[in-house]
């Protein structure tokens, strides 16, 4: 088989080229609920395996999955998500997401407590 880089999706609705996605990286700011999920790079794979880039971006639609065994390319990418992740943009984005977690968190226990009171 021929280690190669497979394009799953890139864009909205689109497979367009790695460079799509170098150049939003560098323009938008990544949305922050995907560091929950493996933080944009499946780390635990090798060259072996290969490695999933994945994620969207929190101020733009632009979704991407794309799987990949050149380890160069990885690096190039992870330098980006990783100048991304440093901008008051994307601490600001996370901090947005934290406040939206906290605050369905807390609607949800109004809601399930009101459903357990007696209706008059």
């Not at 864009?11 to 990544?30: D, E, M, V």
């Not at 991304?84 to 943009?89: D, I």
């Not at 407590?113 to 209706?119: L, T």
Request: proline share 3%.
């Amino acid at each position: 088989m021929k280690k190669t880089t497979v394009i799953i999706s890139n864009g909205s609705g689109l497979a367009g080229p790695i460079g799509t996605l170098i150049a939003r990286l560098k323009s938008n700011t990544l949305d922050p609920v995907f560091e929950e999920y493996g933080d944009f790079i499946d780390e635990h794979a090798n060259p072996e395996t290969g490695w999933t880039l994945f994620g969207n971006f929190y101020d733009y639609s632009h979704v991407f999955n794309i799987r990949t065994w050149d380890a160069a390319l990885v690096a190039k990418i992870r330098k980006l998500v990783d100048a991304n992740k440093a901008t008051a943009a994307y601490a600001k984005a996370r901090k947005e997401r934290a406040e939206n977690r906290a605050f369905w968190a807390t609607h949800e226990k109004r809601q399930r407590k009101a459903q357990r009171q007696p209706r008059r």
